[in-house]
């Protein structure tokens, strides 16, 4: 054979050094014409069965199909210390090879096997669970793309990637679950991204997309457009459907910041403010963002002060019962006086509260104060106090609960704990625990805000509440409304046919007490019957014992 | 974890638009990859297209019908996709079809789609269980004119 020819050749050559055919590194020497004349033990092994004596290295690397070998060459030509080249071969081992003139004439190749080091650096810069890039990788690639950006005078889009609803998985489900469903949902932002998109995953469910060579912010928009549609599909896993979203934050460079640090903290912002904006959406970072979120901060300082300042109280809203037309008690709720801002409402700071995990202690001060005064009212009425769904994460409810009751003196069956479907989206048995314990106490459990949420009916067969307080969205304008009326009715059949009673909220004209009285409710709250009122207006009305219920039906 | 036979059921909205040569393009290629790929895996179904919704069967072993499902739900031809039933059963009912098209053919879409409509078959107003019956019995019915 032709190769047994030219190692014959090669034999006559001068003798080599007595070491190299034992190296490690593997060698390979070529001569002027640069067709290889000579490799060791080590080289052999690596081009097994192929025998490389007297081929060209790209021959040689075609015929076993190794790439990346063929700038070997362009390396020696340009420098007299080349960089090693990477070559990577068919059953995936790496190699560092560089080449030398040797001063003998000819050339010498040595290769090194990099595989297991290569594999090793990689592993430290990706997401094992999913195989996206990890926050180091993304965090060198942001700075290293923009550089490049800089110098070309390109833009780049940064996505900052939110899943909305995953905890909720992890909780209830399990890691293993949450695992899962992670990886396909990093294998979405492959279907949507190009391969020069870089994905990262920065932890838990935070994602972040570093887009480059595209024209923006056309591009970072759709791709937007295409992550939350993708994303918020359903999954199917293990047998159970799921259902999460994203929220994304944009970014584009240079526009929205020329350093990483800013450009990072603008998509930060955005997110911040598709988050804020309900979720499942995304947004492009805006200059008065910024101001937004100062005022947020501020915002935020004035709450932690509001407790130790005593600027919060209650106002206490009536509750008739319509069989007697009087008052069966009052809802406390929460106000916040402040001395610049004036009144904030609780739908502004309760969800900053809940945020800033505030709640924990807030909720337990309408609890001790909303007992503690209405134990001092002319009449046993009930109290009703609302319960943050984060309360039973952050306080021990039963204890809490007890020892106000205690502190108080008040009759455990005059207080009222209302909670929304939200306390039981997460956690449920632990939260039905508490529940249970709490209504041992003798205390009632009411559902606040019903048929607003998700599905509602299922949590009235979770727990024996009292009470269902019908939303008034189904109650504004009920008696011009036939839809209205029958859901309102059907509330009341199910909730007597369950032995719980029921409360209409919001009622504000004679018309629509007349039609929630049809309906079979139990008690009205709203403007008509009467409007939150100071702590003192309460006891009074107590006092005097005015209802106004029966009147305000007769007027008309 | 229970991987025996289960069925999934949806029903989806075109993105692919009106235009009848695109479309009836669009639902030749989704057919002829579904039919290579669920062959692999042994899912088997039905796929229908009317009044500007596809609605689509998948039956087979848990994790092959949740793979398939998955590519269904990466493909932008199509969007706001409901799922109407996903639950384990006991035999397969398209058990000769690997993605069987039922209904009009997909050249008579752009052309029926009207009257279809105006049929009043909707499947964004239907249940899993009716949605399943109606590609199911439309199936039986291509079977026989085979």
């Not at chain 1, 995304?282 to 600027?311: C, G, S, T, V």
């Not at chain 1, 859901?487 to 719980?500: E, Q, Y």
């Not at chain 1, 004209?509 to 009205?524: D, H, I, N, S």
Request: proline share 4%; glycine share 8%.
């Amino acid at each position: 054979m032709f190769s047994e020819v030219l190692n014959q050749v090669i034999r006559a050559f001068p003798p080599r050094p007595a070491a190299l055919p034992e190296m490690a590194t593997a060698v390979v020497i070529l001569d002027e014409d640069r067709h290889i004349e000579y490799v060791n033990t080590s080289a052999e092994a690596l081009f097994t069965p192929i025998d490389p004596v007297g081929a060209t290295l790209p021959d040689l690397f075609e015929s076993c199909s190794a790439e990346g070998g063929d700038d070997l060459f362009a390396s020696i030509d340009a420098s007299d210390n080349p960089a090693p080249t990477r070559i990577r071969l068919s059953d995936e081992r790496l190699l560092d090879g560089v080449v030398r003139k040797l001063s003998s004439g000819g050339f010498v190749l040595t290769l090194d096997d990099v595989t297991s080091y290569v594999r090793e650096a990689e592993l430290g810069l990706r997401d094992t669970l999913t195989g996206l890039a990890n926050r180091k990788l993304f965090t060198t690639q942001l700075i290293e793309r923009l550089r490049r950006a800089r110098e070309s005078k390109q833009a780049i889009a940064l996505l900052y990637v939110d899943l909305d609803r995953f905890k909720g998985v992890n909780d209830t489900l399990g890691h293993q679950m949450g695992d899962a469903l992670l990886a396909k949902v990093a294998d979405r932002f492959r279907s949507a991204t190009r391969d020069d998109d870089l994905v990262a995953r920065l932890g838990g469910d935070e994602f972040a997309v570093l887009q480059t060579g595209v024209e923006q912010p056309a591009c970072a928009e759709s791709l937007a457009t295409r992550l939350v549609d993708l994303i918020g599909r359903a999954y199917a896993l293990n047998g159970h459907m799921f259902h999460i979203g994203a929220s994304i934050g944009v970014a584009v460079f240079p526009s929205d910041g020329a350093e990483p640090e800013a450009i990072l903290k603008s998509a930060d912002l955005a997110l911040y403010r598709a988050k804020a904006d309900g979720r499942g959406c995304y947004r492009f970072f805006e200059p008065a963002m910024d101001e937004r979120i100062q005022a947020r901060r501020l915002l935020e300082i004035d709450l932690r002060r509001a407790l130790a300042l005593k600027q919060l109280h209650l106002a206490y809203q009536p509750q008739v019962e319509l069989e007697t037309n009087q008052i069966a008690g009052f809802e406390a709720l929460i106000r916040w006086q402040h001395p610049e801002r004036g009144v904030v409402s609780p739908a502004e700071f309760i969800p900053l509260a809940e945020e800033m995990e505030l709640i924990g202690p807030i909720g337990e001060w309408v609890l001790r104060t909303a007992c503690k005064e209405a134990a001092s009212w002319p009449r046993p009425v009930s109290i009703a106090v609302n319960l943050s769904p984060l309360q039973f994460k952050t306080t021990p409810l039963v204890e809490a609960v007890r020892k106000t009751l205690a502190l108080s003196g008040l009759d455990p069956g005059r207080l009222e704990l209302e909670i929304t479907e939200g306390a039981l989206l997460y956690d449920t048995a632990a939260v039905l625990r508490d529940l249970e314990e709490v209504q041992n106490l003798g205390v009632q459990i009411s559902l606040d805000d019903f048929g607003t949420g998700y599905s509602s009916l299922s949590y009235l067969q979770k727990f024996p509440f009292g009470k269902i307080k019908i939303d008034q969205s189904f109650v504004r304008g009920i008696d011009r409304d036939g839809q209205r009326q029958a859901i309102v009715r059907a509330i009341t059949d199910l909730a007597s046919a369950l032995g719980m009673t029921t409360t209409a909220e919001g009622v504000e004209t004679p018309q629509e007490l007349t039609c929630v009285r049809a309906a079979g409710c139990t008690k009205v709250q709203g403007y008509l019957t009467g409007r939150p009122m100071s702590v003192e207006a309460a006891s009074n009305l107590l006092a005097n014992d005015v209802t106004k219920a029966g009147a305000e039906e007769s007027v008309r | 974890m229970n991987n025996g036979l289960h069925r999934l059921v949806y029903y989806s909205r075109n993105r692919v638009g009106q235009d009848p040569q695109t479309l009836s393009a669009a639902i030749k290629s989704i057919l002829s990859a579904s039919r290579r790929n669920n062959a692999q895996v042994d899912v088997t179904g039905a796929l229908m297209f009317n009044s500007g919704c596809f609605a689509q069967v998948l039956e087979g072993g848990r994790a092959a019908v949740e793979s398939v499902f998955e590519r269904v739900q990466q493909d932008e031809r199509h969007g706001d996709v409901a799922v109407l039933a996903f639950e384990p059963v006991k035999t397969r009912s398209f058990d000769k079809w690997s993605m069987g098209f039922v209904g009009a053919s997909p050249d008579d879409i752009a052309r029926y789609d009207t009257l279809a409509e105006a049929s009043g078959f909707d499947p964004a107003r239907m249940t899993g269980e009716a949605l399943f019956q109606t590609l199911h019995s439309l199936a039986l019915e291509e079977e026989g004119k085979q």
